[in-house]
Nanobody
Framework: EVQLVESGGGSVQAGESLTLACVAS????????LGWFRQAPGRERDTRSS????????YYADSIKGRFTISADNARNTVYLQINRLKPEDTAVYFC??????????????????????WGQGTQVAVSP
């Protein structure tokens, strides 16, 4: 059974940093794409602020470039999302997702939520001014 379990969320002040972690089980990382998506209170899941990784390639939505860093530790089956200089508008539930291996072009990294097959339960991040 595929499982994704996020951790690392919390309540922080604006300007601080957080590192979210997602531990995967039930499959081997190799070949999968991993992504982070967020859903702000009262809003739909926002794919315009996603980050994802596949092999050695990463994708960042324009809105998060420069502050978010996604990385993966294949030995630990864990994907991380480091968020620096947090802003109140970063307040959201952050979800980890996995996309089964597909015949993508070299360098392509899935960035849309419909491209992902498995989802975690999310971890809450709350940023106060």
């Amino acid at each position: 059974e595929v499982q994704l379990v996020e951790s690392g969320g919390g309540s922080v002040q604006a300007g601080e940093s957080l590192t979210l972690a997602c531990v995967a089980s039930g499959f081997a990382f190799d070949g999968y794409s991993l992504g982070w998506f967020r859903q702000a209170p009262g809003r739909e899941r926002d794919t315009r602020s996603s980050a994802s990784i596949r092999g050695g390639h990463t994708y960042y939505a324009d809105s998060i470039k420069g502050r978010f860093t996604i990385s993966a530790d294949n030995a630990r089956n864990t994907v991380y999302l480091q968020i620096n200089r947090l802003k109140p508008e970063d307040t959201a539930v952050y979800f980890c997702a996995a996309s089964t291996p597909s015949d993508y072009d070299e360098g392509y990294v899935p960035s849309q939520d419909y491209e992902y097959d498995y989802w975690g339960q999310g971890t809450q991040v709350a940023v106060s001014p």
